[in-house]
């Protein structure tokens, strides 16, 4: 690598549902983090890499901090929270809002703990007139010493090179920590769950997306084509009657949509079969939510 490369890791904090994984799988360029416009889409610390000729940045998604009601929610937070202090540069995503409520208020008491920069990004400008963001900017700008204040638009690309420069600008020099090929430290069998998780939580309202994690059981490689087999878990007896359907439409269509994206990631022919499974208040079980893959190693 040449003397003046740059690399670190950089971090999106934020309230439930304002963009960090649009943000991130637009910045690199592909689908990694499942997306949808229910708070708390995001339950794992998710990394990607962005890698060009001037750096390497090594971005890490986290869930939304928000108050937690159970175990899962509990280590949703400390995820986040336990981030914040391990990173170069921290990413504050917020809405275009002069309105700064209980649940900003506590990320600005998270924020007070890091040493690190951080760059206020107020996303969804392309949702309000330009007056109305800089009122954003200017309401922010009296409560926290920001090293940036960057508008973007995560869904339409609006301001993305200049975010970029802003957070390659507060890295330090040194190597870069993966291939330039790299995208992501998620394994495919994660990635997999992540998106039959997301066609669920598009598709189906109320409560239900909440209260259902996705396990791969089986994902076999053949003659060009992966044999993949999942399950769909659930809480209550009622939810697995939804999420089946009526003559078991709603599952069909779960995976048929999981299904497509996952052909493309992968790049080849899925059979994807999926089940429904009951274990009651999973999202209390400490061995039930390591099994699914929220467990605190990272936190340890």
């Known amino acids: 690598m040449i003397d003046n490369f740059k690399s670190g890791f950089v971090t999106l904090i934020g309230r439930p549902n304002v963009g960090k994984s649009t943000l991130m799988n637009r910045i690199i360029g592909q689908k990694i983090a499942i997306t949808s416009d ?46 914040i202090g391990e990173v170069d540069v921290v990413l504050w995503l917020v ?56 508008p973007v638009s995560a869904k339409t690309s609006v301001n993305l090179n200049e975010l970029m420069a802003c957070i390659m600008k507060y890295l330090p020099y040194g190597p870069a920590f993966y291939d330039e090929d790299t995208i992501t430290d998620q394994p495919e069998r994660q990635i997999v769950a992540e998106l039959i998780r997301e066609k669920a939580l598009r598709l189906m309202e109320k409560e239900v997306p909440h209260g259902i994690a996705v396990s791969i059981e089986s994902m076999k490689y053949r003659k060009k084509m992966y044999d993949i087999e999942a399950t769909i878990v659930c809480e209550r007896d009622s939810h697995k009657g939804m999420i089946i359907g009526k003559n078991g439409a709603m599952l069909k269509k779960i995976g048929s949509q999981a299904r497509v994206e996952i052909e493309e990631m992968l790049e080849c022919k899925v059979n994807l079969q999926l089940w429904v499974k009951v274990k009651k208040d999973w999202r209390d079980s400490d061995f039930l939510l390591k099994n699914f893959g929220y467990h605190k190693k990272e936190l340890d």
Request: net charge neutral.
């Open 38 to 83: 229910k708070p708390q889409t995001t339950r794992n610390r998710i990394q990607t890499v962005f890698t060009s000729e001037e750096g390497q940045i090594v971005f890490v998604d986290t869930p939304g901090i928000h108050k937690s009601k159970n175990k899962l929610g509990d280590y949703m937070v400390s995820t986040a929270q336990r981030t």
């Open 95 to 150: 809405e275009p809002t002069t309105f700064i409520g209980a649940g900003e208020r506590y990320i600005l008491e998270q924020l007070e703990r890091t040493k690190a920069p951080v760059i206020l990004v107020i996303n969804k400008i392309d949702s309000v007139k330009p007056e109305d963001v800089l009122k954003a900017i200017d309401t922010y700008r009296t409560e926290y010493e920001f090293a940036e204040v960057v």
